[in-house]
């Protein structure tokens, strides 16, 4: 196997990094477009009833952010990939180095201040907790989470003494209450009863373990991910190593375009500078989008040297001649004279010889 300096000399490199960028760039475009699509939806359906206004209790709302920059930043890049634009690809390239560097800045400070990340979550769940019923989207997430990871509230099951059907001077069924979520399960299947948690606000933990679930959210998760580290790694991983991917392409289709445009030989990058008009180029190969390589590039190359007519050949050895003195040219005329022939004459019989 070639080693790597001649490999990406080679058209099959360029061809392999260029298309391999394209298309990882398309697909993470196509993604954002769907993200974004269902994020629009799920922001129109939450107008009607638009009462949350945190970050964290607006998934329609992370949906359209997170959407919107991946298809634009994905858009750059399959744009400069496919028309080997360097403006565009460094601008790709340093979008993703900042995302990346920026998520593991607020992985790294979430784990140094766990405390006061904690903290922000409980203050967001707590105002979500609020308006339970009033908005679908948080309602419905609150639920899995509270059903999957057997927890109860935000920080703990009390959390839900903020909401209106459930603080204890309220006078329905739900006063002093939690959600049906909240309640312990026995058995897979059986007949929930929504009612299960009634009064269970104002007793003490010890006594509701075989009720509802006492531990919070936040504490749930938490203990989750410290015993499934495995999958916890995963997850990281599958969300910073294809971004980590598309910076290793751009970076080093970039450096490629770099030394392509620096090299002597590669004239399609020197268009501008020598001011040549498409009109005056051969441009067969360069495919529906006049951006496919060709060897030898699409601007003609003249193989050899144009051959001099033998005056000017004479004239340049005269001016690599040293001056001459009287004596020398004195001898070169007697010379001519004998002969009849000046070195001009002399050179064209030669040539009609030949």
Known sequence: MPPYSELRRTNHFYYFIKFTLNIYSMLFSLMGLCVLCVGVYAEVERQKNRTLEGLFLAPAVVLILLGLVMFTVSVVGMVGSLRDNKTLLHMFLCVLCVLLLLQAIALTLALIFEKKTSALFQSSIR???????????????????????SCCGGDEYKDWGVNQYHFCNGTGPLACGVPYTCCVRRKVGEVVNTLCGYKTLEKERETLHDTIHVRGCIHAVNLWMSDNIGITIALCCAIGLPQLLGIILSCVFWNLLVDMSESADMVDFKLKKAEVDYSELDLAGAGWCMCLPRDGGYLPVPAAEPELDPIDVHLEKLKKQAPRTHAQLREMQQSRSATGLDEVDVGRKQKREH
Request: hydrophobic share 30%.
């Open 127 to 149: 105002e979500g907790i609020k308006h339970y019923y009033d908005d679908l989207d948080f309602k419905n997430i609150l639920d899995y989470v509270q059903q999957k990871f």
